[in-house]
């Protein structure tokens, strides 16, 4: 793995992982599980929506006549959160040799059997990736953030604080682990290793084009790697459509928009720079990145210097992050800095949920398009 992906890896690690040290308040945590509750609520509602029933071009929506003037929260939501899988299905051609991104350096791995397959990352990328190629019957277990259609009664290998417990992977007999290093500890990968797992450590880079790159190495290290190569064309093409139907909708000068990490109980706010995957929603938003303004990468905690000097005019959170601030209101009370900014003035926050805002997969098109119309189009 690129040291710049396993630098990032590790800070969002960090982040999520002392989150996870400090409960939320009641009352944050009741509305956390009302937004979760909502979020499985649309999950179910859009995986039933027939397969015909193709979502509203974005161009056809209620568009804003000025965005930098609207006023107001919305929420993305995926108009299918389901998982689209090549069909029909390939077959493993088995055994095969792929390279392995430990920390430590690239080894050689041979896959012998992928019948049995154990998934976990920061995002549920590799999850989504593994079902997009058509090998979701393979799976046996999965990372706490691969919920999508189909995956409800997969267990869950991963806890609260982001790690994994090797012992209930090992109760799960995995021909196969994929991992991408974001979730540890590191002792417990090799732990698996050294039971006897054939384990995989692919690059999971924060980006459309990195999306494209996972679904070549996972589609690689199932024996499907044609799969992977079609996988990855697809993906590249949807954002490359999605891009250019933003373009047509997203105003000359572009809104200045900022992503920002919320764990109100646990008192962490984080502001997302370059290579933190932001930025690639934020341009492909048709926005301008104004952390790149300020010279921010990967995950910095939140400054009130370096929120005003940004000043955004729209900000992108996590939905159970808003939430357990205690909404919008709650974030400018705690966080007056932002309160001066535009997007503060004008309680400009778009907020999606946790496992889906930066999923980059195959459904990076979707998740991109969602955006576009909470931003573009929120009274659609």
């Not at 999950?43 to 039933?48: D, K, R």
């Not at 161009?59 to 929260?73: R, V």
């Given at each position: 793995m690129r040291r710049g992906a396993w630098a990032g890896a590790a800070s969002l690690l960090a982040a999520l992982?002392?989150?996870?040290?400090?409960?939320?308040?009641?009352?944050?945590?009741?509305?956390?599980?009302?937004?979760?509750?909502?979020?499985?609520?649309?999950?179910?509602?859009?995986?039933?929506?027939?397969?015909?029933?193709?979502?509203?071009?974005?161009?056809?929506?209620?568009?804003?006549?000025?965005?930098?003037?609207?006023?107001?929260?919305?929420?993305?939501?995926l108009a299918d959160a389901a998982v689209d899988a090549l069909d029909p299905a390939p077959t493993p051609q088995l055994p095969v040799t792929v390279t392995s991104h430990t920390l430590d350096g690239d080894v050689d791995v041979e896959v012998a059997d992928a019948s049995r397959v154990v998934v976990f990352d920061m995002s549920g990328s590799i999850a989504a990736t593994v079902w997009a190629l058509g090998q979701g019957d393979a799976l046996v277990g999965r990372d706490v953030a691969a919920d999508f259609p189909g995956t409800e009664d997969l267990p869950v290998v991963t806890g609260s604080s982001h790690t994994i417990n090797p012992e209930a992977v090992l109760a799960l007999e995995p021909t196969l682990v994929i991992t991408d290093g974001s979730i540890g500890p590191t002792d417990s990968v090799q732990q698996l290793a050294d039971a006897g797992v054939t384990v995989v450590v692919v690059e999971n880079e924060s980006s459309f084009t990195g999306a494209g790159e996972l679904a070549r190495q996972v589609g690689a290290a199932l024996g499907v790697a044609d799969a992977g190569e079609k996988l990855a064309d697809r993906i590249a093409s949807d954002v490359a459509d999605t891009q250019a139907e933003i373009a047509d909708v997203a105003p000359d000068e572009g809104l200045r928009i900022m992503m920002l990490y919320l764990r109100g109980a646990s008192g962490i706010y984080y502001m997302f720079g370059e290579e933190s995957g932001a930025d690639q929603l934020v341009n492909g938003l048709g926005g301008v990145d104004v952390a790149a303004e300020i010279g921010l990468d990967g995950m910095k905690p939140l400054t009130d210097e370096a929120m005003l000097a940004a000043d955004p005019e729209l900000i992108l959170v996590m939905s159970h992050g808003i939430e357990s601030v205690g909404g919008v209101d709650g974030l400018l009370e705690a966080k007056p800095a932002i309160a001066l900014t535009a997007a503060g003035q004008h309680r400009r926050i778009v907020d999606m949920a946790d496992n889906q805002l930066l999923a980059f997969g195959p459904r990076s098109a979707d998740i991109l398009d969602a955006l576009a119309r909470a931003v573009y189009a929120p009274e659609s």
């Open positions: 992982a002392l989150s996870a040290c400090v409960p939320l308040t009641p009352e944050a945590e009741s509305s956390s599980q009302a937004v979760a509750t909502a979020n499985a609520e649309a999950a179910v509602q859009a995986s039933a929506t027939p397969a015909s029933a193709a979502p509203t071009p974005l161009a056809d929506l209620n568009l804003l006549a000025d965005p930098h003037a609207y006023e107001g929260p919305s929420t993305a939501v």
